[in-house]
């Protein structure tokens, strides 16, 4: 029997890859996005988008209740706005939803055991690791350990990523020809990339150090106005 | 500031005794019931009525879309039936429901960290640890250790009965005046207890153990023979 992995999958650059290195890895592949009450609703369109592309299977799930319960981010209200420009520490703080890793993993783990998967996945990544604490190798070690423990074994949690910073994920995106063009990093959530809010920046910044050309639609001015923000802050390697 | 606990409430027994001890405890109570499409969803009107009685905070979160993701089991399937009588191991496997508590402790642990409750509690107790993997100790500190981590250390998991067996429960429930009468086991979910699943003999075996008179309206006639195919398999202590 071919082995079965869940990819959490948000539609971003980051989870559309890990969908590909899943496939790559030989692994049936379960992609799963949830639906908190994000505010960028329009990712789980390119996230149903990109895992057609991709062959592979795929569920959303709907716990918008859950907005309810985790109050205080401007993921989920819309009373707290969106930061743009560069991330630092105290804008990014903003985009926290409580909990919000360790509730995907727990649900991608329980689907994982109905369905006779072995693997659960996520796309969490070293650029996250300063101000969410639930993207960080130890909070990652100490869930896989607990949730090997509430499935006797049966479910393991891999990050692959976990070490690589997001321009090498885009590089990887590259080889593995994932079509970047149907991911959405955007938080704004309006038609096309705002190309200024702090994911879209970063984005920018990854793809662009990755060294291709970027096919993201941004709105129009923006991508050339981030990266000179980009270059005047020396994120740039080129 | 009180101090505030997140109670996982299912107005069982054990988790509603919980509500009484954290109360006891000086902690300022936030019961919390999750819907995840369980068959006995009559056990949420009793966890509605406990919380009321205890005069503490109470939120019910539906999240049903869960039941079609954690599938095979008889509290979420209709296609599976409840087991009777004596509870064993192989007909307490037909009620696992995949990562239950995982899943439980990470929305507790988000709703807690949202609203600066220090603490979430669950009543997992020591009769639960054969069958279900995630109600064990280790279970239970793995869980704790993520969620610390989580949170950066906000958020503490408490399992205060973890080694208790229910009929320890049953009396402290004694000596706290919880209202039991007003609590559901039962997972067939009809108008009274059923007096002959798994959940009802096990409650029918702690009162009794205990020591003191079952408040519990049984179907006609379930008692009596419960307690005969308990003292004949050697559960009663008196």
Redesign the interface.
Known sequence: MTKRAVVLHSGGMDSSTLIYWAMQEGFEVFALSVFYGQRHRRELSSACEVAYKAGVNY?Q???S??S?????SALTSTDVPVPEGLYDEESMKATV???????L???A???A???DATTIMGAQHAGDHAVY??C?P??MY??R???S????GR?FLDAPFVHFDKSRIAGIARSLEVPLELTWSCYKGGDVHCGRCGTCTERIEAIWNAGFRDPTEYEPGTYAATLKLLREAGKLRR
Not at 68 to 72: H, I, P, Q, R, S
Not at 97 to 102: A, D, E, G, I, K
């Open positions: 569920k799930i709907n716990l209740s859950l309810y319960f985790l109050a205080g939803v409580p909990n919000r890793n360790m509730i993993f727990s649900i783990g329980g689907y055991d109905s369905i604490p639930d960080r130890d909070f100490a869930t350990y607990a949730l423990l509430a499935t006797e479910v």
